[in-house]
């Protein structure tokens, strides 16, 4: 639940609020509707009177809180994809990464955040297309909030001991970093139907199969329930025996997502070697030629 203490300078304005959606609408899209129509500069608002006051309903309210638990995530986000490509995302990468499926949705949040005297304005946007130009990278990082995080995140893994962590796998066993002891592998943080894990599991499917008997070993920790994302275990079983991930796959904790700089680009992918350090850290989708090499050098 959103605290009542929990306050964004949201731009909402004072007027009353946008006409109730049609039934057949989603919760998350009423929502995100509600804010285009209501989203203006310089009006303070808090949070918690849209969740007391306009979304009451169970699932209004689990969607309001999914929506604005990304708020912190997308600025490390934009940071990370700009420092690994050069260039900052698109709305369509951000709607991927964070799973915005309403139309307009990408570019709300980011209005909302232009806004928040509590994020530092590191962004330049096209007046017309929404779209970010440009992305002040050294604002970012000198942010009290969000600097050490990405510090680690962008410079700090490789060569240093891979963190402990505990998981539980879809099929009720335990995934530690205590039982890999001795053993090279990857740690790949990823989600239901994330466009660019799309992409890159049925890679590691392929390598899994090349490097699995030479002792190389993939472990796959899925973020849906730390994203808050409506998919059930049937879901991911379906997800996993489409795809032909014979890997071991368990729940992403909350504790492992911290451990491990407090994921939130998908996916992310630790390689650690045998004596236990991380050797390469790669973030969003790769390609199989960048993922084996990788590979090969924890196999070293």
Known sequence: ??????????????QSAAPSP?????????????????????????????????????????????LFNTFFKIPLFIVQAQKAKGTPPSLREISEQFAFT??????????????DPRMPKFMERDPRSGEILKADVDRIMSHPRFGKILERTITGWEGNPAPAFTATAYDG???SLAKLAGKPFLLY???????????TSPRLVELDRIYGPKGFTIIGLNADKLLELDYTDADRAAYAAKLGIRFPLGHA????QAAYG???????????DRGGVVVKHLVNGQEKAVLEDAIKLALK
Do not use: H
């Not at 009423?30 to 169970?58: C, D, R, W």
């Not at 943080?189 to 992409?199: D, E, I, R, S, V």
């Not at 904790?253 to 492992?256: F, G, L």
């Not at 407090?262 to 650690?272: K, N, R, W």
């Open 102 to 115: 309403v139309p307009g949705e990408a570019d709300v949040i980011l209005r909302i955040m232009e806004s």
């Open 173 to 175: 066993t335990e995934l």
């Open 253 to 256: 904790t909350a504790e492992a």
């Open 189 to 199: 943080f990823w989600f239901t139907n994330c466009p660019p894990c799309l992409a």
């Open 22 to 66: 049609a039934p057949s609408t989603g919760p998350e899209q009423a929502i995100v509707e509600y804010l285009k129509a209501n989203v203006k500069p310089g009006v303070p608002v808090v949070v918690s009177q849209l969740f007391n006051e306009v979304f009451t309903g169970e699932a209004e309210r689990k969607a309001l809180n999914r």
């Open 1 to 14: 639940m959103i605290s009542s203490s929990f306050v964004l300078l949201l731009t909402l304005s004072t």
């Open 262 to 272: 407090g994921v939130s680009v998908f996916p992310t992918l630790f390689f650690v």
